[in-house]
């Protein structure tokens, strides 16, 4: 079963605008990651944030944590055409690392 | 060069083949993982392995099989292959604390 569940499932933006997506997850974590996948296209890693972290930054995205709620937030602002993609949250199992992946969310930004 | 590699990257088989995906990595990795990706169901992990001689099967591991000829190689293999198991297939590589995984390009098969 899934650990991590994104919301929303798509998301339609115009550029220059912020884009924002949540992850929901089920167990405790060390870290949660967000990934990138342009279409058809293999996963490329975005961010990591762990558990003792509430927020986090990289360029243009942001990443916030609330543990206690278990869940966590990707934050795109100023966004490109070059956003457009599907964006996954992945958290490892606690024993020995293997990434559980959520649906996705897909972000189209339009011109 | 791309430091995970599939091949091939398209591959139309029908009921009953028999057919192999090969991966290749040049990160020096010891974990490498196959993932399975269906519209709307996100990755799901078919097999991993933690270095040559570990071997384990991930949530839906029936109907697969794999091979760890070496650090760098990770094949999967459909024995017969059957139409639900037409999606993309990927394969990807971690360093032992799992922070970060490097996928390839992905391979996408069609079963008719």
């Known amino acids: 079963s899934q650990q991590g569940e994104e919301d929303p499932q798509a998301l339609s933006i115009q550029e220059g605008e912020n884009a924002t997506m949540n992850c929901s997850y089920k167990?405790?974590?060390?870290?949660l990651q967000w990934y990138r996948q342009n279409s058809g296209r293999g996963l490329v890693h975005l961010i990591l944030?762990?558990?003792?972290?509430r927020e986090k930054h990289s360029g243009r995205l942001r990443v916030t944590l609330d543990t206690s709620k278990k869940s966590s937030s990707l934050l795109i602002t100023a966004s490109r055409a070059a956003d457009t993609a599907s964006y996954f949250c992945?958290?490892?199992?606690?024993?020995?690392?293997?990434?559980?992946f959520g649906a996705g969310t897909t972000v189209t930004v339009r011109a | 060069d791309a430091d995970v590699t599939q091949t091939p990257r398209n591959r139309i088989t029908k009921t009953g083949k028999r057919i192999m995906l090969e991966c290749s990595q040049t990160?020096?990795?010891?974990?490498m993982y196959w993932y399975r990706q269906d519209p709307g169901l996100g990755l799901r992990l078919i097999y991993y392995?933690?270095?040559?001689?570990?071997?384990n099967k991930g949530e839906i591991s029936d109907g697969y099989s794999v091979s760890r000829q070496a650090q760098a190689k990770f094949s999967l293999s459909l024995e017969s292959a059957i139409p639900n198991q037409t999606a993309l297939y990927f394969c990807?590589?971690?360093?032992?604390?799992?922070?970060?995984?490097?996928f390839g390009p992905g391979t996408r098969l069609t079963v008719l």
């Open positions: 392995s933690f270095d040559v001689k570990d071997i």
């Open positions: 167990t405790s974590i060390n870290n």
């Open positions: 944030i762990r558990s003792n972290e």
């Open positions: 990807a590589t971690s360093d032992p604390t799992g922070d970060e995984q490097f």
């Open positions: 992945a958290t490892p199992s606690s024993n020995d690392y293997k990434l559980s």
């Open positions: 990160k020096g990795h010891d974990r």
